[in-house]
């Protein structure tokens, strides 16, 4: 860390400070300009509280030169960390597009959209049985009852099931019916102790950026996850909140580049909760494919004007076909499949 002094601090104010960093455990070194002074903290400046060094009598700022984390960051590690899903590799050369209905509804719609996104060629499912609604009289989803629902209607097609975890107390739930991969939601991407849980164990997890989160705090939260010894993380960019009224979310295109240079984990795209249109869909996936996503999640219900959830913003399982062949071109014309 750099701590640059005001010009006017004076000796004690300087010495206050260089003691401050010899109690995190680290060493002080002192660069006089005619100016003002700099002090460099050397070590682990992990270890060091910013706000305590900011607050100290004659400092005028404060500055990291190390990102505060460590696991999820490329700088600690190279090349691209494939997630593998029972054989299937997300984050290498192959695109992988996840579909399925926003939540669990019924068995014949839950057998009708496996087949659906299995032949539309997508290898992974979703479906949300536990659902955050915005009104608490609004369909909460199926709960365990759903997850068996759809354990049945993926295991036919060999197709992963993907679906979100909303409160630590379930994951034995989840864990007892061996979900492949645990979906943290925007409205969880800072429920710590949620993402500590997950941690622990050993499942893939896909990360939603917080409708309001910064890249760095999304970044941390990962951290929070990987700190545990889950490294198995999966980001997904899926729209934040602005000034625009337009459409549901706006989808941060330029997340993608960001967190491919941040991080070596895997990075992939909701475009359906982005744009809250079906409409929309298309372009934002294919927008998010040549920006280098490594993955779709996109909602699709076998008949999205009967959907509980999200209804406007479902493709067909045709839009879902057609779908997957543009974005075979978009994929081949980067230099990665489909
Ligand atoms: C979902 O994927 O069904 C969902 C609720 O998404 P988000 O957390 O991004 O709103
Ligand atoms: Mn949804």
């Known amino acids: ?23 995190f455990g680290l060493e ?9 002074t700099v002090i460099g903290a050397i070590g682990d400046e992990r270890k060091l509280d910013q706000e305590l060094i900011d607050a100290l009598p004659g400092v005028e700022q404060s500055m990291h030169i190390v990102k505060p984390y460590k696991i999820v960051a490329r700088e600690w590690h190279k090349q691209d960390s494939i997630v593998d899903i029972m054989g299937i590799k997300l984050g290498g050369n192959q695109v992988q597009i996840i579909a399925g209905p926003c939540s669990v509804e019924t068995q014949p719609q839950m057998d009708a959209a496996a087949q659906y996104v299995h032949e539309a060629g997508c290898r992974l499912m979703r479906g949300g049985a536990f659902k955050p609604r915005t009104s608490p009289y609004a369909f909460q989803g199926h709960g365990e009852e759903g997850l068996t629902m759809f354990r049945k209607a993926a295991e036919r097609y060999n197709l992963p099931m993907v679906t979100e975890l909303m409160d630590a107390r379930q994951l034995e739930t989840f864990m007892k019916h061996d ?5 943290i939601g925007t409205r969880s991407m800072q429920n710590f102790d949620l993402l500590k849980e997950v941690g622990r164990i050993n499942k893939p997890v896909i990360l939603k950026r917080g409708m ?38 706006v989808l941060d ?35 998010a494919i040549a920006a280098g996503a490594d993955g779709l999640l996109v909602e699709m219900h076998p008949t ?30 980067i230099g990665r499949t489909l």
């Open 28 to 36: 002080a070194n002192i660069s006089r300009g005619t100016e003002r």
């Open 212 to 249: 309001s989160a910064t890249i760095s705090e999304w970044l941390m939260a990962a951290e929070y996850i990987a700190a545990g010894g889950n490294h198995n993380i999966i980001f997904c960019e899926r729209g934040i909140r602005t000034f625009e009224t337009y459409y549901r979310n």
């Open 304 to 333: 999205p004007c009967e959907a509980w959830c999200d209804a406007d913003q479902a493709l067909t399982p045709q839009e879902l076909k057609d779908l997957m062949g543009t974005l075979g071109m978009i994929a081949n014309a």
């Open 179 to 183: 979900v492949d991969v645990i979906q």
């Open 1 to 23: 860390m750099i701590i640059v002094m005001n010009n006017g601090a004076n000796e004690e104010q300087i010495d206050g400070v260089v003691k401050k960093i010899k109690e």
């Open 253 to 287: 295109v330029t997340a993608i580049p960001v967190l491919k240079k941040e991080t070596h984990l895997p990075v992939i795209v909701d475009p359906s909760h982005a744009g809250g249109k079906a409409w929309m869909v298309p372009a934002l996936s294919r927008a």
